[in-house]
């Protein structure tokens, strides 16, 4: 098994820091997993999230890691939308717009439209991988992965990354606009969840309190 952090595996695991803290706040970004798997609560609080997207076994975690690692979430999301959006006219976009009466769906296609073109071949494969290490995180504290498996999936991972995004802001751009994408207006409305962060909040606080993390890119 893999024990030790090296500053290239911690660089990897910093590729999922901003969900990692968004969905946890005490989250320590130094450790494998980023919570303390000595502790009931960490414990509790990590099965809880599994259980949010449906993993409760290494399985479902495997079944997850694949539609992640494969496009097949956001990023489809984005783009079967996306490719009819590019049919339209701004004539025939607000058309649409105006006609759905759901406010998340509205929401859904007034981001899409905006990225339409330029996360054409992108998609949102930063947010999608962000996703993929989180998930890899949360199953290791019920054992549903090793330290092992982590760091060799870690080097994919990045390699995918590495080859669409060529630094921090730019990932983390696609990051935010995926889980706005995932999220839909209730990101938007802090009011509703007085006192928590939006995504955006999450990651400049990041560059504050963890800027040696978060400098040079991979």
Avoid at 33 to 56: E, M, V, W
Avoid at 150 to 164: P, Q
Wanted: aromatic residues 12%.
């Amino acid at each position: 098994m893999t024990d030790t952090i090296t500053p290239k595996i911690q660089d990897q695991l910093n590729l999922s820091a901003l969900i990692l803290k968004k969905n946890y706040k005490k989250a320590d970004l130094y450790s494998w997993s980023g919570f303390d798997i000595s502790n009931d609560l960490h414990i509790q609080q990590a099965k809880r999230l599994l259980n949010l997207y449906g993993i409760k076994s290494g399985l479902h975690l495997r079944n997850s890691l694949h539609r992640y690692e494969n496009g097949q979430m956001a990023s489809k999301t984005f783009e079967t939308l996306a490719s009819q959006l590019r049919m339209d006219t701004t004539t025939t976009f607000e058309a649409k717009y105006n006609a759905e009466e759901n406010p998340k769906n509205q929401q859904l296609y007034k981001l899409v439209w905006k990225y339409r073109f330029s996360l054409k071949n992108q998609k949102l494969i930063g947010y999608d991988m962000a996703m993929y290490i989180f998930q890899m995180r949360l199953g290791l504290v019920l054992n549903f992965i090793t330290t092992n498996e982590i760091a060799l999936r870690l080097e994919d991972a990045c390699n995918i990354i590495k080859s669409n995004f060529s630094s921090w802001e730019a990932f983390h751009n696609n990051v935010c606009i995926g889980y706005e994408l995932v999220t839909g207006p209730t990101e938007q409305d802090i009011s509703k969840f007085p006192g928590t962060e939006t995504l955006w909040e999450v990651y400049q606080r990041l560059h504050i309190e963890h800027k040696n993390g978060f400098k040079t890119w991979l």
